[in-house]
């Protein structure tokens, strides 16, 4: 840190009287600061929790005011009637009410509601037929 006078009544002097002093920062330290700080913010934004994906320790850490018993109740609840299509779709978990969800809406997202291994409902397998 570099530490300079500045005249404080607008009249240059080397007296030191009637100076205050200022300290400057280095321009890299600023820089380095504000980088860190967008690295944390992004972080912080990205992190998300797909209600449809999730398993119930990744609730438990992802969502406030959730702990064990109610993270295994979405994965029950979602389990038994199939994937939730909007993030109000979680009022219909016993213990889960509007002030969880108003909470933690920033964080929820709802995925792809029709998973890999989910049949599609009312589907006909189709056969493949080979070619001649």
């Known amino acids: 840190m570099v530490t300079d006078t500045v ?3 607008g009249i240059a002097g080397r007296d030191g009287q009637n100076h205050k002093e200022i300290h400057v920062v280095p321009w890299f330290v600023v820089l ?19 209600i449809n994906r999730a398993d ?18 979405i ?8 994937p939730f299509h909007r993030v109000e779709d979680l009022t219909q ?5 509007n002030a969880i969800v ?15 291994a989910d049949p599609v409902p009312g589907a006909v397998p189709v056969r493949t037929v080979p070619r001649r």
């Open 102 to 116: 108003e909470r933690n809406r920033q964080r929820i997202t709802v995925g792809n509601r029709l998973l890999p």
């Open 93 to 97: 978990v016993k213990g889960i009410g």
């Open 32 to 50: 380095r600061a504000l980088v860190l700080g967008m690295g944390i913010a992004g972080a912080h934004a990205a992190e998300t929790i797909d």
């Open 75 to 82: 994965v029950e609840h979602r389990r038994r009637h199939g």
């Open 7 to 9: 005249p404080t009544d």
């Open 56 to 73: 119930a320790q990744a609730l438990q850490q992802g969502l406030t005011m959730v702990g064990a018993a109610k993270a295994e109740a």
